[in-house]
């Protein structure tokens, strides 16, 4: 009964006042940026993380997991008001959402999303909590090898998942496993990359690189394209389901929200991978796939519960292996290590009040959000209302506050300058940012991790392959690298006789 | 001509770049032997890999399909790019106040059609709230304005 008395640890943390407020401020603040198309989670938590400074690790992660999963919350309200994705995790929401909007089911739709998402994280909750303690004991046995096997993974998937080329994604890993190795060798202290300049040789800190990047180059896109600005609100229906609404929902929710709990715990998975591949599935299963994108329940009810559920899994490498599976969990292990938690597999036994407490408080919140937004869709949809011009000099404002106060130092604000270019650059020339910074924070990490492994093994390299759970984790990523690579050249091969 | 402003050409060659940049500063690292490495070691894998990839990259977008770069103004990169360089010159110099209203002005002017009474809106909305948040709130030790607050 161990996990009972964990699972009461857990909620008396959740409950008490300080877990509740945070949590409330948490799922708010997410809702509300993720109903604000043009400013993410990423962007969001890197700005607020110098607030976490003040706050002690468990209401931080608490307040910031929050933030997450009330974004894509937020988001479908958005893709269902008025046919922007307010997340990239809503894109496909807009397809039967919008049209249910459309035909006077917009309430329904509303409703759809938010009983899909409560039942997602419920289940994806239970699900950390019934597996996060075997898989930390099985991390705890884990040796450089398998360290740096399972990075392989995660990297390897985070390649694979990125929406756009996968060769690219690729290069952008290795760019960000490079950059993520300027400083300081931890080994013989030897300056790497560093020019002399001092800041330069405690590392580069991720933080302002992913303010710049998600941050001050997404105003920058957004600017060049004129952000078309929400027009118009379509009226609301009544948000209760029809008994026929609620059994056509049934199903496509417990797929999407199976589906979503499998995809979030991959390394590199995740919200927007889970949501795209629940649509597919449920137009395969469905008996009239045509009428997909004319406002199916199930097209709403599927991804927003795999994307939910995603969400909630999507913690479990980052707090039982301490590894982060996207670039919302590396900030989230940012912020641990900012109020001094080493992350891995012992964060579970040496903070049991932090784990239990953060995944307690998951399940609350999102209790808290179907119990707030409902009444407070009104306010959300005149919050689209408030136009872009105002929201970018903020975005802007805050990103180089939140830069600066880091350390206090202006190095971070050349930081944030520089990789607000970068990521302009980036996406100019079709790059993805987020493997970029996944490379970036496992870097150094991996590095020292494939270095030890290698001292240990005689510099012989086969020893990844010798040790059976290190060549597991290395066959999978193959087979994942496979599964995507094939098709793709056959692929390239006839887009090339095409022409 | 054309080939060569695809996405995919511009890609690789930025990752040959970088490449060749870590490669050419890395140097002097010493590399050591795969038993041990030195600092040089992983650093030179990766830059050879990357230039690896950039290389083929390149390639390979001059025999596929088109995704030519798109272009349709540098005003915002250049001006929003300003306001953030310029907040990071004045602020530990002059403090908040100078620094943000610097910013919002560049900001602003990144739009073709920013107007004035709306820009001074902003300002006076923006520096009341992070006044309120960042000093008040969170006691953060940055100048409002240098020498007098």
Not at chain 1, 214 to 228: C, N, T
Not at chain 1, 314 to 334: D, H, W, Y
Not at chain 1, 369 to 386: A, D, F, M, R
Not at chain 2, 110 to 137: C, H, N, Q, S, Y
Request: aromatic share 10%; proline share 5%.
């Amino acid at each position: 009964m161990e996990l009972l008395d964990n699972v009461w640890l857990g909620f008396s943390v959740a409950l008490s006042w300080q877990g509740l407020l945070y949590c409330l401020i948490g799922v708010v603040v997410g809702t509300m940026i993720g109903v604000l198309p043009g400013i993410g989670p990423v962007a969001t938590i890197s700005m607020l993380l110098p607030v976490t400074y003040h706050l002690g690790a468990t209401e931080s992660l608490i307040m910031l997991a929050g933030i997450y999963y009330g974004a894509q919350y937020g988001g479908s309200t958005t893709a269902i008001l008025v046919n922007l994705p307010g997340e990239a995790s809503s894109v496909v929401t807009c397809l039967d959402g919008y049209r249910m909007a459309q035909k006077g089911k917009g309430g329904t739709a509303l409703a759809v999303a938010a009983l899909g998402s409560l039942f997602a994280g419920t289940v994806g909750t239970a699900l950390i909590m019934l597996f996060g303690p075997s898989l930390a004991k099985i991390g705890s046995n884990f040796g450089p090898t398998e360290y740096t096997a399972l990075m392989a993974l995660g990297l390897i998937a985070a390649v694979v998942l990125a929406s756009g080329s996968v060769i690219k994604a690729l290069g952008m890993v290795i760019l960000g496993l490079l950059i993520g190795l300027i400083g300081l060798d931890i080994n013989d202290a030897s300056q790497r990359f560093t020019w002399g300049i001092l800041e330069l040789s405690d590392g580069i800190d991720f933080v302002p690189i992913a303010m710049g990047l998600f941050g001050v180059a997404e105003v920058i896109v957004q600017l060049e394209r004129r952000a078309k600005q929400a027009t118009g609100n379509l009226p609301i229906n009544s948000l209760m389901p029809t008994r026929e609404d609620l059994k056509r929902m049934l199903w496509p929710m417990l797929r999407g929200t199976g589906l979503g709990s499998l995809l979030g715990v991959l390394p590199g998975g995740g919200p927007v991978l889970a949501s795209f591949a629940a649509y597919t599935v449920e137009k395969k299963v469905s008996s009239t796939p045509e009428q997909f994108g004319t406002g199916m329940i199930e097209g709403v009810a599927a991804p927003e519960s795999a994307n939910n559920a995603a969400a909630q899994t999507s913690f479990i490498p980052m707090l039982t292996l301490g590894i982060p599976s996207n670039a919302v969990m590396a900030l989230m292990i940012g912020a641990m290590i900012i109020a001094g938690i080493q992350p891995g597999p012992n964060v579970m036994t040496t903070k049991p009040e932090l784990f239990w407490g953060l995944i307690a408080s998951m399940w609350v919140g999102n209790l808290l959000l179907v119990i707030i937004n409902l009444p407070l869709v009104g306010i959300w949809v005149k919050l689209l209302t408030v136009p872009y011009r105002f929201l970018y000099p903020a975005i802007l404002l805050f990103c180089c506050i939140g830069a600066y106060s880091i350390q206090n130092s202006t190095f971070h604000l050349m930081l944030l300058v520089g990789a607000g270019v970068l990521g302009y650059v980036f996406y100019k020339v079709g790059c993805e940012p987020a493997p970029f910074l996944l490379g970036m924070v496992l870097g150094p990490q991996m590095e020292e991790y494939f270095r030890r492994a290698m001292r240990v093994a005689g510099g012989d390299p086969a020893v990844f392959i010798e040790r059976p759970l290190s060549a597991a984790l290395l066959g999978v990523a193959v087979v994942l690298l496979l599964i995507v690579i094939v098709p793709a050249i056959g692929r390239a091969r006839q887009s090339t006789f095409q022409e | 001509m054309i080939r060569l402003l695809t996405k995919d050409f511009l890609a690789g060659l930025l990752f040959i770049a970088f490449g060749a940049a870590f490669l050419w500063l890395g140097s002097d690292l010493r590399l050591g032997t795969p038993r041990s490495m030195g600092p040089g070691f992983v650093p030179r894998m990766l830059s050879m890999a990357l230039i690896a990839l950039g290389g083929f990259i390149s390639l390979r977008s001059l025999f596929a399909r088109i995704e030519l770069i798109e272009f349709a103004s540098l005003r915002p990169l250049l001006l929003v790019t300003a306001a953030t360089a310029f907040f990071t010159f004045a602020f530990e110099r002059f403090g908040l106040i100078p620094a943000a209203i610097g910013l919002i002005a560049f900001a602003a002017w990144a739009r073709p059609d920013w107007r004035r009474l709306e820009t001074l809106a902003t300002m006076l909305v923006l520096l009341a709230i992070t006044i309120a948040i960042f000093k008040e709130g969170l006691g953060m030790t940055f100048p409002v304005l240098r020498g007098v607050w």
